[in-house]
């Protein structure tokens, strides 16, 4: 952690922090300037501090998962890749859409998605959004171009015109909350300035962040706008992938049964208005997802 240090120089006052850290076998230090008086938010000052230090470790674990992933799917067939992306697709449709509330079981999704076995006694709506996300999620990978506001538009049409055509594929001109949240978002009147201003944000970022850190900030970003009325998180979750895969990095799912700590990460970088909290959750969570091709 960041310690507090201040110097008196001449009589004057000055604060910085100092974070002490090992690499290569050696004890090093580094400083960060405060100013002549303690920063009333320096609590947060000291967290983005030293989360610098993780990022820097971090991004060589990151680009070894890259590195590796892609070396293997050098040497395995056609086939079995296909493979593996369906079932990465059903998966990612069953946790995606459970976090969201729907009813649909792991084998459910299975059967539905690769047998075309419709569950019995499920709700319609369920059905066809598992139905319709799964195709996004191909639509999705299979795009070219850089996303833009008119396709997330498309890709938000695309899963809810069979189930919510009043909202599908429209920009929200009412206040909503999150369930079970404390944090308020943005005010319709704000939303479509905030998604032209994410757009910008991204175009931006892309050349210079590292892909991860770019997938969560997009993640993150967007499901603050919370733009449309329903569907937040899906279409979140989706350019989340998109960011990843787009940069040849392998994509993640978020198991519904981790939801409890991911909507705590988003929660509290929505309230602190630190990203770091979140984007920090995300490494974690994507490193122990491939902790076995980070080396």
């Given amino acids: ?22 690499k290569d076998g050696k004890v090093l230090k580094r400083e960060k300037y405060l100013g002549t008086a303690i920063p009333p938010n ?23 998962i890259k590195i590796n992933t892609n070396e293997e799917k050098k040497h395995t067939p056609k086939s079995a890749l296909r493979k593996e992306e369906q079932t990465f697709a059903v998966k990612f449709t069953y946790n995606t859409n459970r976090i969201e509330g729907s009813t649909l079981s792991l084998r459910e999704t299975a059967d539905l998605l690769e047998r075309g076995i419709t569950p019995a006694h499920k709700p319609i709506a369920d059905i066809k959004e598992t139905e319709a ?22 890709w938000h049409r695309q899963l809810f015109k069979d189930t919510k055509p ?59 706008i919370h733009p449309f009325s329903d569907g937040n998180g899906r279409i979140s979750r989706l350019l989340m992938n998109f960011v990843l895969n787009k940069s040849k990095f392998p ?45």
Wanted: glycine share 4%; proline share 2%; charged share 25%.
């Fill in 133 to 154: 996300h799964q195709k996004v999620f191909h639509e999705m990978l299979n795009y070219q171009k850089d996303f833009s506001l008119n396709i997330i538009l498309y």
């Fill in 42 to 64: 320096i609590d947060a000052i000291k967290r983005e501090f030293v989360f610098g230090f993780y990022v820097e470790k971090w991004y060589s674990i990151l680009d070894a």
């Fill in 166 to 224: 009043d909202i599908a594929g429209k920009l929200r001109t009412h206040q909503v909350a999150i369930s079970g949240s404390k944090f308020m978002p943005p005010l319709a009147s704000e939303v479509e300035f905030l998604c032209r201003e994410f757009i910008g944000w991204y175009n931006l970022n892309k050349k210079t962040l590292h892909p991860v850190e770019l997938a969560a900030g997009v993640h993150l970003k967007f499901v603050t």
């Fill in 251 to 295: 994509m993640l799912d978020i198991p519904y049964t981790h939801r409890s700590g991911y909507y705590t990460a988003l929660e509290r970088s929505q309230i602190k208005k630190e990203e770091g909290i979140f984007v920090y959750w995300l490494f974690r969570r994507y490193i122990k997802e491939y902790q076995h091709y980070s080396r």
């Fill in 1 to 22: 952690m960041a310690s507090l240090k201040k110097k008196i120089v001449d009589g004057n006052t000055y604060f910085y922090l100092e974070h002490s850290f090992r």
